[in-house]
């Protein structure tokens, strides 16, 4: 990612893609990881979009989509589920930051998806804190099932697409800042086999094109 003073929604959105892109084939840049980076954004960070990811080991954001320092604000949880500490973060994002996009990212054989669908299902159920990641994750499982989905990647979309809303409901901040037009959020789904990041949700972008097509 080269430096520019301000992106807007669709230009941050291209550079992630053209990242993953680059991690996809092999091709990875590796941008701004060196001690001249480490340097220049010592005083003041200013990074182009908001990650909001799965806690996933295997689901490190500045790999995926081939950035360095500097270039995201990430905030993850298990399941990426979302409360008021991940909001706050990332109105942060927004407001003092001024970045002008929001990422969900997901990703197949999510532990936490898996788990509250085996809770629905009369499984054993979570104990301590991760009982909380469960529940708030249901509501996605169960909507999923409402619609007649039962394959694993069509439930993963689903908890994603309902993120994605969530967070337009419960933040005024992101969703003003989406309808004036001065940020937008997608969500995207993360295939860990062969690494590529798939568009399952868009409010604010003009129309763009599947990466998975």
Partial sequence: MTDVPSLTARQAFDALLEGNHRFVTGDPHHPNQDAARRAKIAPAQHPFAVLFGCSDSRLAAEIIFDQGLGDLFVVRTAGHVAGSEVLGSIEYGLNVLD?????????????????????????????????????????????????????????????????????????????????????????????????????????GLDEVLDPAS
């Fill in 99 to 203: 970045c002008p996009l929001v990422v969900v990212l997901g990703h197949d054989a999510c532990g936490a998806v898996a788990a509250a669908r085996s809770a629905l299902d009369g499984g054993v159920g979570a104990t301590g804190y991760v009982r909380d990641v469960i529940e708030r994750v249901t509501p996605s499982v169960l909507a999923a099932r409402a619609a007649g989905l039962s394959e694993e990647d069509d439930i993963i979309a689903e908890h994603i697409r309902h993120t994605v809303d969530l967070l337009l409901e419960r933040s005024r901040v992101l969703a003003d800042q989406v309808a004036a037009g001065r940020a937008a959020i997608v969500g995207l789904s993360y295939r860990l086999a062969d690494g590529s990041a798939r568009l399952v949700a868009s409010h």
